[in-house]
Nanobody, 115 residues
Framework: QVRLVESGGGLVQAGGSLRLSCAAS????????MAWYRQAPGKQRELVAF???????NYAGSVKVRFTISRDNLKNTVDLQMNSLKPEDTAVYYC?????????WGQGTQVTVSS
């Protein structure tokens, strides 16, 4: 079993930055691709970015250039550096891990960007 715990959310003004962290514990040898998703009120959960075990990354078009995903395979963590935040980035951000087979989710962390 793998447990994911997110941290780093909060309230920030438009144009500001936040760094989200996700720490995995348990059977971490099962960790494969890890990702950040977000869900805004009344909207579907959407993929923000993912990173493979080897470090390859991919981003949603709306966050490309502004967000950077990174991971530390020794510490079993994945971070999301968010710069130039916009009000439309307001959402609950979830950490996700592909366990091959299966997936697991964190509990989510709220990010609120004020205009």
């Amino acid at each position: 079993q793998v447990r994911l715990v997110e941290s780093g959310g909060g309230l920030v003004q438009a144009g500001g930055s936040l760094r989200l962290s996700c720490a995995a514990s348990g059977s971490t040898f099962r960790l494969n691709t890890m990702a950040w998703y977000r869900q805004a009120p009344g909207k579907q959960r959407e993929l923000v970015a993912f990173i493979t075990r080897g470090g390859s990354t991919n981003y949603a078009g709306s966050v490309k250039v502004r967000f950077t995903i990174s991971r530390d395979n020794l510490k079993n963590t994945v971070d999301l550096q968010m710069n130039s935040l916009k009000p439309e980035d307001t959402a609950v951000y979830y950490c996700n891990a592909n366990l091959n087979p299966g997936i697991t989710w964190g509990q989510g962390t709220q990010v609120t960007v004020s205009s």
